[in-house]
């Protein structure tokens, strides 16, 4: 009898200690799984640029940045850091289109054409997203 119960004891700590190590196993998998996505979500940064004639600074805000500074505003316009002018930074895209590839200062919620090259950017994105 003392034999039997022996080995079930051994088997409730084999059982136990397999927990544990689990249980550790996972903390740890979901800490450098936390630490990694967020070095993932770096996306590219956003180029604004002032449109004030004696200043025309231009500076580079990763998404993070720009949500902290604007918060869920879709206004593409920001206060410039340099000469204080309130809205007076937009944000610089680039077109889309090989053939253009230039860049222009969104200066309102969604701006569809070029300014350069009078194409749609909005078609360029549904021809390159229905894929
Ligand atoms: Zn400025
Ligand atoms: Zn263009």
Redesign the pocket.
């Given at each position: 009898m003392g034999f039997v119960g022996d080995k079930r004891d051994k088997v409730k700590l084999a059982a136990l200690i397999v927990v544990v190590i689990g249980a550790v196993a996972g903390l740890v998998l979901s800490w450098t799984n936390s630490a990694n996505s967020s070095s993932i979500d770096e996306r590219p940064d956003s180029l604004y640029r002032?449109t004030?004639d004696e200043?025309?600074?231009e500076w580079s805000m990763n998404n993070h940045e720009v949500r902290l500074a604007k918060g869920p505003s879709l206004d593409p316009r920001m206060d410039?850091p340099?000469?204080?002018?309130v809205k007076?930074?937009t944000l610089v895209k680039t077109c889309p289109y090989e053939d253009c590839g230039k860049t222009y200062l969104q200066t309102g919620e969604g701006v569809r054409i070029c300014p350069e090259c009078g194409q749609d950017i909005g078609e360029w994105y549904r021809g390159h997203s229905a894929k």
């Open positions: 002032c004030r200043c025309g600074y410039c340099e000469c204080k002018g007076a930074a």
